[in-house]
């Protein structure tokens, strides 16, 4: 709690809440701090070229490889809270420190690592370094990232001394274990301490420009216009729209919006409008996207207003290793611990590791279902539960 508290005093926002973008000087500060912590619990320490650090505890014949290994991440979002990332890789240091001062030695290595730019807030896509450090992102491609100042990433990682020597992906983990706020409201509704989650529902963020035609507002009739605001505001409309059409854990956002020349009495030229799409069911959020894309190609159409489109993020829906799974409810048992088994709706470090080794996650309550909000909280009682779990479940993977 002490160390949460200390690093919820970096980028700390006025009224609360915390704002720590990838690569920031915030992020470099919370960085510096973490892994100060890490040196003096002995840990052999590694930043890769993604700006990814791990520190290792070596295993009882000093092996450093195929750890187990707990991990998250420091960035935050804009508006974000104390919790979100940093909750999972202090409780990994917590449990590092607990091994030292049982003086336990472990079969395996435990790890703990946290990763560049999860949150995708500042550069495209999310969960950037663990995909980058998992191989499932281009080293090269995702350096290039720029974010809306035009600001690149590689250069960024320069700039806060975190472009490390370390080839990313030159070692795996033996499992990956991630202790998070749920971010939603079922554990809290539900009376439930710990969640065994069972996987991560499919993401998909795209970002659609629309290109109208500027006017005067006052001259215009209404049947010469091309204006990109309406067609973005049928759309914003719509996704909630197909959202609730299509049920189960179908979800649509739009997020970031913004009107070029954004004045009072001029038609809107340009709007730049992001969409975000989840679901568990790949072939439902394939379905979201299609839908979605038909639709804007009609409305554009009937508008008169042009459409490009990029692709922010796109990762399909992972299940976690159901044995792990399975370990973390019984380590909740085990510790008199209420649990239920639910998927993130949110995405997070783990699902990058999940195709490559056994991973899972173990989720605490968030009040009021609160998350990249400043107002986010679990309480010490919450927190102290889901590190014990934690702890109950790397013992068993690390002997
Ligand atoms: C990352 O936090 C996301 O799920 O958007
Ligand atoms: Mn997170
Ligand atoms: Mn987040």
């Not at 710990?194 to 507002?217: F, K, M, P, R, Y």
């Not at 609160?370 to 068993?396: C, D, K, Q, W």
Request: proline share 4%; glycine share 12%.
């Amino acid at each position: 709690m002490v160390r949460l508290e200390q690093l919820g005093a970096v980028g700390a926002l006025e009224g609360g809440g915390v704002c720590r973008l990838a690569l920031s000087d915030a992020d470099r500060e919370g960085r510096d701090l973490v892994r100060g912590w890490m040196e003096e619990l002995g840990l052999r320490i590694s930043i890769d070229a993604v700006g990814n650090v791990i520190g290792v505890r070596p295993d009882k014949r000093g092996g450093v490889t195929a750890p187990v290994l707990v991990g998250s991440h420091l960035d935050t979002v804009a508006t974000g809270g104390i919790y979100d990332g940093s909750l999972g890789v202090l409780a990994g240091l917590e449990v590092i420190e607990a091994l030292g001062e049982a003086a336990r030695e472990t079969e395996r290595p435990v790890a703990v690592g946290f990763f560049t730019n999860e949150e995708g807030a500042r550069f495209t896509p999310d969960m950037l370094g663990s995909g980058v450090h998992q191989g499932a992102l281009d080293l090269e491609t995702c350096l290039a990232a720029r974010d809306r100042d035009g600001l690149c990433l590689g250069d960024e990682l320069q700039r806060i001394g975190y472009a490390g020597d370390q080839p990313c992906g030159g070692w795996r983990a033996s499992s990956y274990l991630e202790l998070h706020i749920e971010q939603g409201p079922v554990l809290e509704r539900e009376k439930q301490l710990i969640g065994a989650v069972t996987g991560v529902q499919g993401i998909s963020w795209t970002e659609w420009t629309l290109e109208g035609t500027s006017n005067h507002a006052g001259t215009t009739p209404m049947s010469m216009r091309c204006d990109s605001g309406v067609v973005a505001a049928l759309v914003l409309a719509f996704v909630r729209r197909l959202a609730l059409d299509m049920g189960g854990s179908q979800v649509a956002t739009v997020g970031a919006l913004s009107f070029v020349p954004n004045l009072v009495n001029v038609i809107p030229k340009q709007v730049t409008m992001t969409v975000d799409l989840r679901n568990t069911s790949e072939a439902s959020l394939a379905e979201a996207e299609a839908r979605t894309a038909a639709f804007i190609a009609e409305c554009a159409q009937a508008e008169g207003v042009r459409v490009r489109s990029r692709s922010l993020a796109r990762f399909a829906p992972v299940e976690f290793d159901p044995s792990l799974v399975q370990a973390v409810e019984q380590a909740a048992g085990r510790l008199g611990f209420s649990s239920r088994r639910l998927p993130s709706g949110a995405g997070h470090d783990a699902q990058m590791f999940a195709p490559n080794c056994q991973s899972a996650m173990i989720f605490i309550p968030s009040a009021g279902g609160l998350s990249h909000n400043t107002e986010e909280f679990s309480s010490p009682a919450e927190i102290e539960a889901g590190a014990r779990v934690l702890l109950s479940v790397v013992l068993g993977l690390a002997g």
